[in-house]
């Protein structure tokens, strides 16, 4: 079962890779430039999603103590990073290519970039706990309570200041600006993304329960 | 959160303001801070005038330093004491954890009113209407104390020292820093901003957090 | 009025496992065993500051069973691990014990104060009070509030003999009143315990005396 999964995870990718480059059409005004919505897009989404797992699991350790949740949460932040890591980047790519400067705080750089604090932040409050059962606990409260800045960061903010990054999917008037080809690439991608990221988290969070034993911490 | 947790709260507010009459060390720290970096600041720019948007920014970088060098200690120091577990013993968590927002919200006012004026006279600073400017600082404040109480109080059960605090506290206090510091400058330019909404949400969502979560953070 | 369940272990393994006691008003258990053996640990189980990794500690009235936020403010808990405010005063300090559990008003402070033999010194701040000091004032806070159950982990620690003789009569004088716990080795203080839980012997309740 596993196998079959995993070769299908293989080949899905692999499909999404060539109809990223091959198969879909360029954006009109941007060229090949539009190609990389297929990979950037579906990195932020996860690394979103990375945190969205890492709250929900730090929830259910709050109510049920079992450390096999802090393991979930943990290795979801460890992958959130990696996935925040490459959509910054080949954002920062776009973002230079288009308007002409690799940074220059758009409101959704602002949002990558906190999510990145939250994150550093919660890897430094790991490293002091020792006790295995007390780190679970408190980075959970960490993790949850760094979730009331959301809705700041997600709807007040970027409403306040002028945004230049294209709103491919979640625009206001709620259409679709892609042609039919480039949205199956799209959506293909985006499920190809989610798709490792569940793989790669659930041996992650499985060795960590591993390393980690049973309640004794490292 | 109940009738018992603000009785709480006020009890425990009134005994920190009474040891805090006593042995000042919370209040001296974050005045000595701010007239410190405010100077600093003046001396290294070397120019009484400056741009209103970074007038305001570095007062709310040194609101942020301010508050995470000095409100650690209302937690660190019960749990140095050993009090901590007294008070657990006889009150509610959140009732500890709203007394020592207030009293940590107190702190950085009393420490506002050395360090603004100190910041207005040096920077040359004209306030356009007042009522704002004050308002941006009251409700900045009131979000500073919120969150950086709730951090302080998972600090000090790590048992690390210092840079910690500034470390967790600054993902939080990221949207309301920028908010506040726009909207500093909005009311310095007598502009309108949408910042004070930013301002006054902030406290109420985050210390609605902080009062599900507190409880959780001294259950072994 | 307090029923013990199942006991606790520690980090790795465990210090002690199925311990069973039930605890009833007027009686007084004591707790024994070398260093390390988890009397603190145990103490901090019954107070509801630890939670057990095994089993339930259950405060019961009456009517059924209460939920420990409710009941930790009525238990009155003396321990090393637990001190006072240093800059306040000695009677602040027990001020401060009322009200915090919602008490205050004409609370007979001074009374406890003179009982422990610390009149005179009600007004000066308690970080200038030496360690017996200190522990006979944890008294008088303790009793101000009337609490229902009393934990004691080294009763007469830092005591010389008169403080020791007015805890004594102190304790013994409220055993009518509430629960009382003793984690203790010194055998003058075992001696006033009905029921001995002994820790070395994996912690199986004994009759004592």
Same mark, same amino acid.
């Given at each position: #079962? ?10 899905? #990718? ?24 297929y ?22 350790y ?6 096999r ?21 080949t ?22 970039v ?10 430094s ?9 007390r ?19 997600v709807?007040?903010?970027p ?12 625009n ?5 600006? #892609?042609?039919?080809? #480039? ?13 490792i ?19 004794d911490?490292? | ?12 507010l ?33 120019i ?18 301010l ?10 120091r ?36 050395a360090?603004?004026?100190l ?11 007042w ?16 969150a950086?109480t ?5 600090v ?65 | ?37 988890g ?47 240093p800059?306040?005063?000695?009677r602040e ?34 970080g ?11 008294y ?56 001995l ?13």
């Amino acid at each position: #079962m596993g196998t079959i999964l995993k070769t299908g995870l293989g080949l899905w #990718m692999s499909l999404v890779l060539v109809g990223a480059f091959c198969y879909a059409p360029t954006a009109v005004g941007l060229r090949e430039l539009s190609r990389i919505i297929y990979f950037h897009v579906p990195a932020a989404w996860v690394a979103v999603l990375a945190y969205g797992v890492a709250m929900v699991e730090g929830v259910y350790y709050l109510r049920r103590r079992d450390l096999r949740f802090d393991a979930k949460s943990s290795a979801a932040v460890e992958l959130g990073t990696l996935f925040a890591l490459l959509a910054t980047i080949t954002g920062a790519l776009f973002a230079r290519e288009t308007w002409g400067v690799y940074w220059n705080w758009d409101p959704r750089q602002t949002t990558i970039v906190a999510l990145f604090f939250i994150y550093l932040a919660y890897f430094s409050l790991r490293g002091t706990l020792a006790d295995a059962h007390r780190r679970a606990r408190l980075s959970a409260v960490y993790v949850v309570f760094a979730f009331s800045v959301v809705p700041f960061l997600v709807f007040i903010l970027p409403r306040a200041y002028v945004t230049l990054h294209p709103s491919p999917l979640l625009n206001t008037g709620g259409r679709v600006d #892609m042609n039919p080809q #480039m949205l199956l690439v799209f959506l293909a991608a985006l499920a190809g993304f989610t798709g490792i990221f569940a793989w790669m988290h659930n041996l992650r969070w499985r060795a960590e329960v591993l390393l980690g034993g049973d309640g004794d911490g490292d | 959160m109940n009738y018992s947790s603000i009785w709480t709260a006020a009890v425990i507010l009134q005994k920190d303001v009474k040891t805090e009459l006593r042995s000042r060390h919370g209040v001296s720290i974050l005045i000595l801070f701010g007239v410190t970096a405010t100077m600093v600041i003046s001396f290294a720019l070397g120019i009484p005038d400056i741009d209103e948007a970074v007038a305001a920014a570095l007062l709310w970088i040194i609101l942020f330093f301010l508050s995470v060098a000095g409100l650690g200690y209302s937690f660190l120091r019960e749990e140095e004491q050993m009090t901590m577990d007294g008070l657990l013993m006889a009150a509610s968590v959140e009732g500890v954890y709203l007394g020592k927002v207030l009293f940590n919200l107190m702190l950085l006012l009393v420490a506002q009113g050395a360090v603004l004026p100190l910041f207005i006279l040096v920077f040359n600073l004209q306030i356009g209407p007042w009522a704002r400017f004050l308002a941006a600082m009251f409700f900045g404040s009131c979000g500073l104390s919120v969150a950086c109480t709730l951090v302080a109080a998972l600090v000090s059960r790590t048992g690390a020292k210092g840079p910690m605090l500034a470390v967790l506290a600054f993902p939080i206090l990221f949207p309301l820093l920028i908010a506040a510091s726009a909207d500093t400058a909005a009311a310095l330019l007598g502009a309108a901003g949408e910042g004070l909404q930013v301002l006054v949400l902030y406290p109420g969502v985050v210390g609605a957090f902080a009062l599900m979560l507190v409880k959780f953070i001294w259950e072994e | 009025m307090i029923l013990d369940d199942v006991g606790h272990g520690y980090d790795r393994g465990f210090l002690f496992r199925s311990l069973k006691a039930d605890l009833q008003p007027g009686s007084i258990a004591v707790i024994t065993g070398s260093n390390g053996t988890g009397k603190t640990t145990l103490l901090r189980i019954l107070a509801g500051l630890l939670t057990p990794r095994e089993g339930r500690v259950t405060y019961c009235n009456g009517k059924g069973s209460l939920p420990i936020s409710s009941v930790r403010p009525r238990l009155g808990f003396v321990t090393p691990a637990i001190s006072l405010y240093p800059d306040l005063t000695a009677r602040e300090n027990v001020l401060l014990a009322c009200a915090l559990r919602g008490l205050r008003g004409t609370l007979d402070v001074g009374s406890w104060l003179d009982r422990l033999g610390l009149s005179g010194r009600e007004n000066d701040l308690v970080g200038s009070f030496s360690l017996g000091m200190r522990q006979r004032l944890k008294y008088a806070c303790l009793f101000a509030y009337s609490p229902e159950v009393l934990l004691l982990d080294e009763p007469c620690s830092h005591l010389d003999e008169e403080g020791r003789r007015i805890v004594a009569d102190l304790v013994l004088q409220y055993r009518g009143e509430g629960v009382v716990v003793i984690a203790t080795n010194d055998p003058r203080e075992v001696q006033w315990g009905e029921l001995l839980i002994n820790l070395d012997s994996c912690g199986h309740p004994t009759k004592g005396r």
